[in-house]
C-alpha cells in the first residue's frame, strides 16, 4: 500500500503539466511474438468503469510482447479462496489475475488484485490501495508493473510517459506541440503549442523536466520545462545551431550541439553555475549527443570519417573512439539502460533508414524495422523496448517494438504527424 502511495504522489506531479488536453494516439499492433507467456486477466468483480481494470491491464502486457492474454475465461473469481485450479490447468493457464473494487470514502475506490499460479495452486502476488477515480488508469498501470515484475523479474515500464511533437494543421498553416502521454498513448497533455517547429525533447533523470529545442522568434533556442509548475528556462541562443540536448545521469549537465565557434560540435553545460565546456574540435559536423549510464561517456554522431557514423567520446580524457562500422548511415543513437545495446537509425545502402541494434560487446548489428523511414529510437526505462518515428503511409506515427523485433506496434494520432519520441524514465 505504501508502495502505491509513493507512485501516485510522484504521479500527481505529472497531472500537473496539462496545458491542454487533446485526442489520444490509439494503438495498432503490427506483429505478434509467437513465445509469449499466457495470462489470464479475470474482469474484477464490481468493476463497472468504461476503461476496466482488466482491459487496461491486459493491453498493458501484451504490449510488453511478453504475454498473450486469454481472452475467454472458464470461471470469474474473483479472490484467491474462490479458485478451482484444475479448471485454469487444464488450458494451460498457470498465471491468473483476480481482483475486486470496492466504494470507499469521500467518493474513493479500493482495489483489490492478486496474481495466483494454477500449477503451484498458490496465491503469489496481492496487494489493497485506496484511489480517486482520477487515478483509475494509474492504478490499473501500477498493477501491471507488479505482475510484470513478479513473473519475468524485470521492473515494468507500464507506469512510464512518453514525449513527442506533434505537427498539425490550424486555419491553414502547421503548429508544433509537445505532448507528453502515458506509455500506452493515452492521456495525453500538451506542455508547448507553437507556430514553430519543436526538436529533441529530453527528460531529466528524476522525470520532473523536460529539455528540448524551440524555435521561437525564427531561431533555434534550448529551453528545459518542470513539468509541475511549468515554468521554462532558456538554457542556450547562441548565434547558429542550438541542438540535441541530453541531460546527463546525475541530472546535473546537459550535453548539447552548437556551432557557436562556427562548426557543430558537442558542449557540456553545468547547470548550476552555467559553465560551458567544449567536448569535441574537428572539422565535422558532431551532433546528437547521447548519455552512457555510468555517465563517464557520450555517443554522438560525426561525418568525420567519411559519412555518418556513431562515435564514443570519454568525458575525462577526451578519447573518442568509432562504435559503427556497418552500412553508410549510421546516427540518432541511444544507449541502453544497462549500457548493453546502441538503438540507432542504420542505412545498409540505398535510401532506407530503419532502426538497428547493435550489441556494444560483439559489435553485431541487427536491423529491427523493415519500414522505408525510421528516425529517434528512445529506450524504456527497463530496456525491454524501443519508441521511434516512422510511417504510416503518408501519416507520421510512433512505433514501439520488443528488443528482438517480434512483436511490434504503432501509436498512431488521430490528427497530425508524430515525430521526436523520448520514453520518461
Do not use: C
Not at 124 to 129: A, C, D, P, T
Not at 177 to 204: F, K, M
Not at 236 to 254: H, Q
Not at 396 to 406: C, Q
Amino acid at each position: 500500500m505504501l508502495a502505491f502511495r509513493t507512485f501516485v504522489a510522484n504521479l500527481m506531479v505529472l497531472s500537473l503539466v496539462a496545458i491542454n488536453s487533446h485526442a489520444e494516439l490509439s494503438i495498432d499492433i503490427v506483429k505478434s511474438s509467437s513465445n509469449s507467456t499466457p495470462i489470464a486477466v479475470v474482469p474484477f468483480a464490481n468493476d463497472l468503469a468504461t476503461d476496466s481494470l482488466n482491459n487496461i491491464i491486459s493491453a498493458d502486457l501484451a504490449r510488453s510482447g511478453l504475454f498473450r492474454p486469454a481472452s475467454q475465461f472458464p470461471e470469474r473469481p474473483s479472490t484467491s479462496s474462490e479458485f478451482v485450479f484444475p479448471v485454469w490447468q487444464v488450458l494451460g493457464l498457470d498465471y491468473v489475475v483476480v481482483g475486486k473494487v470496492s466504494p470507499a470514502d469521500n467518493s474513493q475506490s479500493t482495489i483489490q488484485y492478486e496474481l495466483v499460479s494454477s500449477n503451484q495452486e498458490k496465491r503469489l502476488l496481492g496487494e489493497s490501495m485506496t484511489i480517486p477515480p482520477t487515478r483509475w488508469r494509474e492504478a490499473a498501470h501500477y498493477i501491471s508493473d507488479r505482475v510484470f515484475k513478479y513473473i519475468t523479474g524485470i521492473d515494468g515500464a507500464f507506469s512510464t510517459r512518453i514525449a513527442y511533437v506533434l505537427q498539425y494543421q490550424a486555419n491553414g498553416k502547421n503548429r508544433y506541440r509537445l505532448d507528453i502521454a502515458d506509455a500506452d498513448g493515452r492521456q495525453p497533455h500538451s506542455i508547448l503549442d507553437s507556430d514553430e517547429p519543436i526538436l529533441s525533447p529530453n527528460w531529466s533523470p528524476d522525470g520532473q523536466y523536460i529539455a528540448y529545442v524551440s524555435f521561437e522568434g525564427g531561431k533555434p533556442a534550448i529551453y528545459t520545462q518542470h513539468l509541475a509548475s511549468q515554468q521554462r528556462q532558456v538554457i542556450t541562443r547562441f548565434k547558429g545551431l542550438n541542438g540535441a540536448p541530453a541531460w546527463s545521469p546525475d541530472g546535473s549537465k546537459l550535453a548539447l550541439t552548437l556551432s557557436q565557434d562556427g562548426n557543430p560540435e558537442i558542449y557540456l553545460f553545468e547547470l548550476a553555475n552555467k559553465k560551458l565546456t567544449r567536448l569535441t574540435n574537428h572539422y565535422a559536423i558532431d551532433t546528437e549527443a547521447r548519455w552512457f549510464p555510468d555517465g563517464r561517456g557520450l555517443i554522438f554522431t560525426s561525418d568525420r570519417g567519411g559519412n555518418p557514423q556513431i562515435y564514443r567520446l570519454d568525458i575525462n580524457t577526451q578519447e573518442v573512439k568509432r562504435l559503427t562500422f556497418e552500412g553508410t548511415f549510421n546516427g540518432r543513437g541511444a544507449i541502453s539502460p544497462d549500457g548493453k545495446y546502441l538503438a540507432m537509425v542504420h542505412r545498409r545502402s540505398g535510401q532506407n533508414y530503419q532502426i538497428a541494434l547493435q550489441d556494444l560487446q560483439t559489435g553485431g548489428v541487427t536491423r529491427l524495422t523493415d519500414t522505408p523511414l525510421d528516425e529517434a529510437p528512445s529506450f524504456a526505462p527497463n530496456g525491454q523496448m524501443i519508441v521511434y518515428a516512422t510511417k504510416q503511409g503518408e501519416k507520421g506515427v510512433l512505433g514501439i517494438m520488443s528488443l528482438d523485433g517480434r512483436f511490434k506496434l504503432q501509436l498512431p494520432a488521430s490528427e497530425g504527424q508524430v515525430r521526436e519520441p523520448a520514453w520518461s524514465p
